[in-house]
């Protein structure tokens, strides 16, 4: 399947947190391209894909509820983020696609947990994305680097700190400011 992740083209840096810095690992386009191919299915292509075209923290995707789609915007309600504040975001043409091949459900948590109970959990996506990576034999790679290299990807293409700020819903610029070694 080609997916496509470039927001820019744009080379970013790749840190692989091979340092053990903590820092996830930045995932260039192509790097994301092949990771998507590696995940087993539509609802963790589409998981996954909402962590990275909204920048979005592993939890606060969790806990979305499909009446936060509407058309194409996805609303990340503040009882659920860890800034407690509501922000909304725009769905790229590639999310779109991923939406339509995942088939959501009705009402009720966007990605029920086992046997369609309650939702899955961090550590379930955890696992799911770990998986993924060892097969490609990829360390480093962690759910945040999807906001990372998202963040990455942004400041690429001339957006400034400010309007990252604004989309990916950090509470300051300071906590802003650490994705680029600031």
């Known amino acids: 399947m080609a997916l496509d992740f470039t927001l820019v083209d744009l080379p ?3 840190d692989g947190k091979n340092n053990r810095s903590g820092k996830a690992a930045i995932l260039k386009p192509k790097q994301l391209e092949e990771l998507f191919d590696e995940l087993v299915n539509e609802r963790d292509r589409f998981l996954f ?6 920048a979005s923290r592993i939890t606060e995707t969790l806990r979305l509820e499909r009446a936060d789609i509407v058309q194409q915007t996805i609303t990340f309600h503040g009882r659920n983020t860890k800034t407690k504040t509501t922000r909304q975001a725009a769905m790229h043409p590639t ?3 991923l939406m339509e091949e995942y088939k959501l459900p009705t009402a009720g948590p966007l ?3 086992r046997h369609g109970r309650g939702q ?3 550590q379930g996506a955890d696992w799911l994305l770990r998986e993924a990576c060892e097969r490609l034999g990829w360390v480093g790679v962690s759910t945040h680097s999807f906001r990372r290299s998202f963040v990455t990807q942004m400041a690429a293409e001339g957006k400034t700190p400010a309007q990252i700020q604004r989309y990916t819903g950090h509470k300051n610029l300071a906590s802003l400011l650490h994705y680029f070694g600031a």
Not at 49 to 54: P, R, V
């Open 12 to 14: 970013t840096p790749s």
């Open 49 to 54: 894909g909402i962590c990275y075209f909204t």
């Open 95 to 97: 999310l779109v696609t």
């Open 111 to 113: 990605f029920p947990g």
């Open 120 to 122: 899955l959990t961090r």
